[in-house]
Structure formats: C-alpha cells, structure tokens
C-alpha cells in the first residue's frame, strides 16, 4: 500500500494548480502576495491555481525559486516539494478516485467556461452586424 502522505501531490492525484496552491498556502501566503512577488496579475495567479491556464518557463522558474519547491514537482509532483498533510489514515482507492474525478471536473468547466466566453463574444459581434 502506497503511503497517502508521498502521493498527495503525485500527478495521478493533484494537478499543477494543486501544487502551486499547496505549495503557496504552505508558506503562509495568499495569492495577492504571490502574485506581486511574481510581477503578474492576480486573475493570471488564479488562472494558474485553478488549472485554466499555465506559466511560462521564465514564472515556472521564479514560482519554484519563490515557493521553495522543484520546477520539476510543481509540473509533475516528482522532485524537491511538500509531502501531503499529516493524516492519521491512508486515503481509502474510492475517495482518491472521487477527488480526481473532482479534479477532471473542474478542470472541464474552466475549457466550457472559456469556450462559453467565445460565444458569446461571437454572439455580441453577429448582434453588433445585424443591428
């Protein structure tokens, strides 16, 4: 049985923004400092976090430097990171299973919300010629 506490962050079970977001709230620090430290915007921060979005090489680096943590683990879990949150019991297959499939989900709604967005972009501009 693997050990809930070294898998927490393994790419099967958290995503980039997991990592990032685990990473930060280890440190103590809320997304708006980060995103200052950073140099970039806080709706750029939350992108990132919320998995819509993903940083160039160049943040990568500075949010690894920033974060204390490996570029290697906030891409892939694998490398210099944090361990998962002390437990007092592994995390049972169905639960795990029930978390990546929140992951999925979420991460599907923010590509329909961003193909939503194109609508109606869409919509207002063919609204705009036919007025």
């Known amino acids: 049985m693997t050990d809930s506490r070294t898998d927490w962050y393994s790419e099967e079970t958290a995503t980039f923004g997991d990592r990032l977001s685990g990473a930060r709230e280890a440190l103590g620090m809320t997304q ?22 993903e940083p160039r090489a160049n943040r990568l680096q500075m949010l690894a430097g920033v974060l204390n943590v490996s570029m290697m683990w906030l891409l892939n879990g694998q490398g210099d990171g944090l361990d998962g949150p002390p437990e007092e019991g592994a ?11 929140i992951r999925q989900v979420r991460s599907e709604m923010g590509r329909l919300a961003d193909r939503l967005a194109v609508l109606e972009k869409r919509l207002r501009n063919a609204l705009k010629e036919t007025a």
Do not use: M, N
């Not at 915007?41 to 979005?53: H, P, S, V």
């Open 32 to 53: 708006t400092e980060l995103a200052k430290r950073l140099g970039v915007r806080l709706a750029t921060l939350k992108a990132w976090e919320e998995d819509r979005a």
């Open 91 to 101: 995390i049972p297959g169905d639960v795990r299973a029930i978390l990546s499939d």
